[in-house]
C-alpha cells in the first residue's frame, strides 16, 4: 500500500482541519411529530483538511503522480498525523486543489481533503 509523498515544505498548520467524516445519525420522524435518533455505524471516521504553500512545481507533479496512483478516492494509503505522529489509513476526500501562489507565480499552493477508511 503506498504512503503519503514526502515533499520539500510541512504542511501549513493554519487552517488544519479534523472532524468527524460523516454524519451518522439516523433519524425516523412518525406522523406524531416525534423524531427517533439511533447511531447509524458504530464507528466515527475521521476526516482532515491541510494544505501546503509556496511547493516547486517538482513537488506539485509528485503529488499529482501521488494522486493518480490512488485513482483520486478509489484506493486507501498510509498518511501519517503531523502532530500525533498516529498512522491512518485513509483516502482523498476530493481531488487535490492546485492554486498558483499570488506573490510567486513558480510556486504552488495545494489544499488536500482526505478521511479514514
Not at 504512503?3 to 520539500?8: A, R, V, W
Not at 423524531?35 to 499529482?64: C, H, N, S
Amino acid at each position: 500500500m503506498l504512503t503519503f509523498p514526502t515533499i520539500s515544505r510541512s504542511p501549513h498548520l493554519d487552517g488544519f482541519t479534523e472532524k468527524v467524516a460523516n454524519d451518522n445519525t439516523y433519524k425516523a420522524s412518525f406522523e406524531s411529530g416525534h423524531v427517533i435518533t439511533r447511531a447509524r455505524y458504530t464507528r466515527l471516521p475521521k476526516a482532515w483538511g491541510f494544505q501546503f504553500t509556496y511547493i516547486t512545481t517538482a513537488d506539485k507533479l509528485m503529488l499529482e503522480q501521488f494522486q493518480e496512483g490512488v485513482a483520486l478516492g478509489g484506493d486507501s494509503f498510509y498518511w501519517e498525523h503531523f502532530k500525533t505522529s498516529n498512522i491512518h489509513e485513509v483516502r482523498l476526500a476530493k481531488p487535490m486543489d492546485f492554486t498558483l501562489e499570488a506573490r510567486e507565480p513558480d510556486l504552488w499552493r495545494v489544499k488536500i481533503e482526505i478521511e479514514e477508511v
